[in-house]
């Protein structure tokens, strides 16, 4: 048998282990893998390459992706790109295909399994926004090496008696802002998923600084301030699957000119941005990783195909990609109470 992998979308920690694991499962039941570059674009321009144990050994700890990633989207001209990934498909001999991405690359795959494409998803994100999965893997270490840039802005803030703002990635889902914000210490937490009350927002900051002599406010890239925000949508720059360009709304400089003027205590705004996407996987996502991609190989050689390897409480198990993609993981309300027990 020939395997072919992909790894599309944002990268993140855990990517490259988990080839490893789908590299290393698939000796066990003497499969070839073949990695196809630069994600869904290697696919529509045969671009591969070979992955054996060698590579494998590799990539133990390694960020990023040996693969390369995109976020080419070959149902964005459907007619002309949809063909030739079938084309390429055939003439590299696959017998199936491992996506591992978030859910534009899984929902692509979706697409392709309803085409007649054997293929079986892995997914991930830093953003932990995917359906059907406990977790992804990446969101450990995005809020992780979040969490140590809070701690540096605690010890400069409290030096200078002032208000840090920490703008985390995450798009639509507050996740990432949440756990850094809730395990970091923050003070004030904005999320996309609940709206933004700057009254609210700085008689609470006032108090802290007060009571401590500094604050720490965790924002997500993806809040909206007003409604307005929301309409001026469609005015955005986007992406390939239609995603606004969320670095460019500069949340995080605009709190802190707002929390100023209101407070009238200084602020200071970070962005961590991509920093959160590179470097070693933490525990946590290395056996995740390895885990979903023994496991996609595992529904491979089952002949499982349309499925995505998730995790489900402490166990590996599958869900069809069609459930996996339905709809988006979302900071529910019983996340957010509990956030908010720490903001005192
Ligand atoms: O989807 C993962 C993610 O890191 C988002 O959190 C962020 O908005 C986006 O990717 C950034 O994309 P890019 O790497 O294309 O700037």
Redesign the pocket.
Known sequence: MKVGVLTG????PGLNQSIRGIILRSLDYGIEVIGLKNGWAGLIKGLTMSLDLKTADEIISKGGTILGSS?TNPFKKEDEMVPKCMETFKNIGLDALIAIG?D?TLGVANKFYKKGLKIVGVPK???N?LSATDYTF?FDS?ATIAIDAVERLRDTGKSHHRIMVLE????HAGW?ALFTGIAGGADWILIPEQKVNFDEMCTHLKKVWERKGYGIVVVS??IEFSEEDEEDEEEQEK?AFG?I???KRAVAVTLEKEIEKRTGIEARSSVI??M??GGSPTLFDRILSLRVGVKAVDLIKEGKFGMMACLKGNRIEAVPLEQAVAKLKTVDEEWWSFAKVFLK
């Open positions: 979308g944002g990268d993140c976020r978030g534009d994100t830093m953003d926004d990446g995005a985390v990635m995450g798009r990432v890239e993806g992406d995603h360009i969320l670095k941005g991509h959160q996407r």
